[in-house]
C-alpha cells in the first residue's frame, strides 16, 4: 500500500476583487449671489460626505460639493457666499451584485466659473473624478502543504491580509462654545476631523481624534468674524477576533448636524425653554454669545491580519484527485510612513497687526510607484485669516505644492498603491514685517503598494478510492495477480504470456481498463496454445 497523503490546510477571509473602474463626470450649478459683483475672486470646492452603493453591475456615487466663492462687489469689497451642491453618478462594474463591499475615491480635478452680464449669478463647472473598486470578503480554506513520497507539489509564496472583522459606526457628539463677542448668526461651521488614531485591543477597536471646526459669525457691527475650536472624541468599536498584534484601517468623517446661538427668544410668545429647532435661518439669528452644535461622526473600521503563507497551486501523482478555485486578489508588496515638514512663505496683500487664524487642507493628492519607491505629490491649500491695521478682518488664500519620497523596497512601476495623506496637528506660524507670513505645515503619508494576482490555488486534495479487489471465486482458473506499484494491465500480460484482449476479457469488472491500483486484484486467463 503506498503512503497516505497528509494535507495542511489554512482558513483565509480575503478581499476578493471583482472589478474597478474609473469615471469622471461635470457637475454644473448656478449660484444667484447677494450683492452685484464685479468679477469673481475665486472659487474653491471640496467633495465631502461622499458615499458608494452597490447596485447590479455598477456602484452608485455620491456626495457633496461644497464650495466658497469669493468676489468683488461694486465697492470693491472681496465678500464671501457659500455653497453646497450635491452630485451623484453611476460607474459600471461587471459583476457587482448588491451585498459586496466598495470603495470609492472621489477628487475634483478641474474648477471654472463665468460671472454673468448682469454680475448677479456665477455659473460653475466642476470635474470630478471617480475610482471605484468593488470587493467580496471569501472565506476559503487553502491547502497550505501536501506530504507523500509520490506526488509532486506547487507551491507560492502569497502575501495577503485576512480579514478578521470590519464595522462601521457613528456618534453624536453635543459641544458648546463660547465666542469671543456676541454675534447676530451664525454664517458657517465647518468640521474636519485630524490626528486620527486606532488602536487595536482584544475585540475591540478605539479611536481617538479632533474635531477641527471653523466657525464663521456675523458680529454685531454686521462684520464676518471667524473662531476656530477644536474638539477631542474617542468612539470604540466591537471587533471579534481583534487581536494586539493586527492592522486595522479606519476611515472617519463628520458633518455637521446642527448649530445655534443660545439666547433670548427674539419672540415673547416663546417661553424660555421651547424647544426651537428648525433648520432655517432663523434659529441662527439673535444676540448671543454661546454657540451649540450638533456633530455626527461616522468611523469606518477594518481589521486584518497580514499572512505570508506558502499556498499549494498544484499537485500532482498516481491516483491523486486536486480541486482548485481562482483567488483574484491584491497581493501586499510593501507599505511605508513618513512625515514632512513643508515650509512656506507668503506675502500678504496688505499689513497686518496679527494673524488670527490659518485653515489648511491637502487637495489633489496622488502617488506614482518607481522602483523600490513611492512619490507622493499634492497641494497644501490654505486660508490665511488676519487683523489689518484697522482692526477688520481679512483673508488670504494660498495654495503651496508638496513632494514626499517613500522607500518601499519591492515596489516596481505599473503596480497599484493606495495612499492615505493627514496634516498631524495645527498650522505653525511666525508673522515677520507685519506682512510676512513664514509656515510649516507638518503632511503625513501612508502607501500601501499592491499587486493584483490571479491564482488557481488548491482547496482539496484527496487519493482516489481503488474499486474493491476482485473476488477469487470470479476467476474460474482459481488464478489472479496482485497488481504491485508502477505496473499496468500491459506489462501484466506480457508478464504471464498473455494478449491485453484475453486479460480484458477475464475482467470485465474493470469499469477503467486503462487505470489499476497496487493491491488490486487481476484474473490471469489461461495461456493459449501457440500464444506468444
Known amino acids: 500500500m503506498a503512503p497516505h497523503l497528509t494535507v495542511r490546510r489554512r482558513l483565509l477571509r480575503v478581499q476578493r ?15 444667484t449671489l447677494p450683492v452685484q459683483a464685479i468679477k469673481v475672486f475665486e472659487v474653491q470646492a471640496t467633495l465631502k ?15 457633496i460639493i461644497h464650495k466658497q466663492i ?9 465678500r464671501h457666499v457659500p455653497e453646497d451642491v450635491p452630485f451623484h453618478f453611476f460607474i459600471d462594474v461587471e459583476g457587482a451584485d ?49 506530504t507523500n513520497t509520490d506526488i509532486t507539489v506547487t507551491r507560492e509564496l502569497l502575501r495577503v491580509e485576512s480579514v478578521v472583522g470590519e464595522d462601521t459606526v457613528r456618534e453624536t457628539i453635543e459641544s458648546t462654545v463660547r465666542l469671543p463677542m456676541k454675534a447676530l448668526k451664525i454664517f458657517e461651521v465647518k468640521a474636519e476631523v485630524r490626528n486620527v488614531t486606532a488602536t487595536v485591543k482584544e475585540d475591540l477597536v478605539t479611536i481617538k481624534g479632533v474635531i477641527h471646526k471653523q466657525i464663521f459669525f456675523v458680529d454685531e457691527g454686521n462684520l464676518v468674524r471667524h473662531f476656530p475650536e477644536n474638539v477631542p472624541f474617542s468612539i470604540s468599536v466591537d471587533i471579534p477576533g481583534a487581536e494586539p498584534d493586527m492592522d486595522v484601517y479606519v476611515d472617519v468623517n463628520v458633518m455637521v448636524d446642527d448649530f445655534r446661538l443660545k439666547h433670548r427668544p427674539i419672540h415673547d410668545h416663546f417661553p424660555p425653554d421651547h424647544d426651537h429647532h428648525h433648520h432655517d435661518h432663523d434659529d441662527h439669528r439673535g444676540h448671543g454669545q454661546e454657540l451649540s452644535q450638533s456633530l455626527i461622526v461616522e468611523a469606518f473600521v477594518k481589521v486584518v491580519e497580514p499572512l505570508q503563507i506558502q499556498v499549494v497551486t498544484n499537485v500532482t501523482g498516481p491516483n491523486i484527485i486536486v480541486e482548485r ?19 512656506s512663505e507668503v506675502t500678504l496683500p496688505m ?12 487637495r489633489n493628492v496622488s502617488a506614482t510607484v518607481r522602483k523600490d519607491s513611492v512619490i507622493v505629490r499634492g497641494t497644501i491649500h490654505k486660508q490665511i485669516f488676519f487683523v489689518d491695521m484697522g482692526n477688520l478682518l481679512r483673508h488670504h488664500s494660498e495654495d503651496v505644492p508638496f513632494r514626499i519620497v517613500l522607500d518601499t523596497p519591492g515596489a516596481e512601476e505599473g503596480m497599484d498603491v493606495h495612499v492615505r495623506t493627514n496634516i498631524i496637528g495645527d498650522v505653525d506660524w511666525t508673522l515677520r514685517h507685519d506682512n510676512l507670513v513664514k509656515q510649516a505645515v507638518v503632511v503625513e503619508a501612508f502607501v500601501k503598494v499592491t499587486e493584483p494576482v490571479q491564482l488557481n490555488v488548491v482547496v482539496d486534495v484527496r487519493e482516489a478510492a481503488a474499486p474493491p479487489p476482485t473476488p477469487i471465486a470470479e476467476c ?19 508478464r504471464y504470456g498473455v494478449t491485453l484482449e484475453a486479460l480484458l476479457a477475464a475482467n470485465p469488472a474493470l469499469r477503467q481498463p486503462e487505470l489499476v491500483y497496487p493491491g488490486q486484484k487481476v484474473c490471469i486467463p489461461p495461456k493459449v496454445i501457440g500464444q506468444g
Open 17 to 31: 476583487v471583482i472589478g474597478e473602474a474609473t469615471e469622471t463626470k461635470t457637475v454644473q450649478a448656478t449660484i
Open 476 to 494: 474460474p482458473t482459481m488464478r489472479f495477480h496482485v497488481v504491485q506499484p508502477g505496473e499496468s494491465l500491459w506489462s501484466i500480460a506480457q
Open 325 to 343: 478555485r481562482l483567488l483574484k486578489v491584491d497581493q501586499v508588496v510593501t507599505e511605508a510612513t513618513e512625515r514632512e515638514a513643508i515650509e
Open 351 to 362: 499689513q497686518a497687526m496679527k494673524i488670527f487664524s490659518i485653515m489648511a487642507e491637502l
Open 70 to 78: 469669493y468676489f468683488v462687489d461694486q465697492g470693491d469689497l472681496v
Open 49 to 63: 460626505n461622499t458615499r458608494c452603493e452597490i447596485r447590479r453591475d455598477g456602484v452608485y456615487v455620491q456626495g
Open 98 to 146: 448588491p451585498g459586496m463591499s466598495c470603495q470609492a475615491h472621489t477628487k475634483i480635478v478641474n474648477v471654472d466659473w463665468t460671472l454673468s452680464a448682469h454680475g448677479k449669478e456665477v455659473v460653475q463647472d466642476v470635474a470630478i473624478q471617480a475610482f471605484v473598486k468593488v470587493t467580496e470578503v471569501e472565506q476559503m480554506e487553502v491547502v497550505t502543504d501536501v
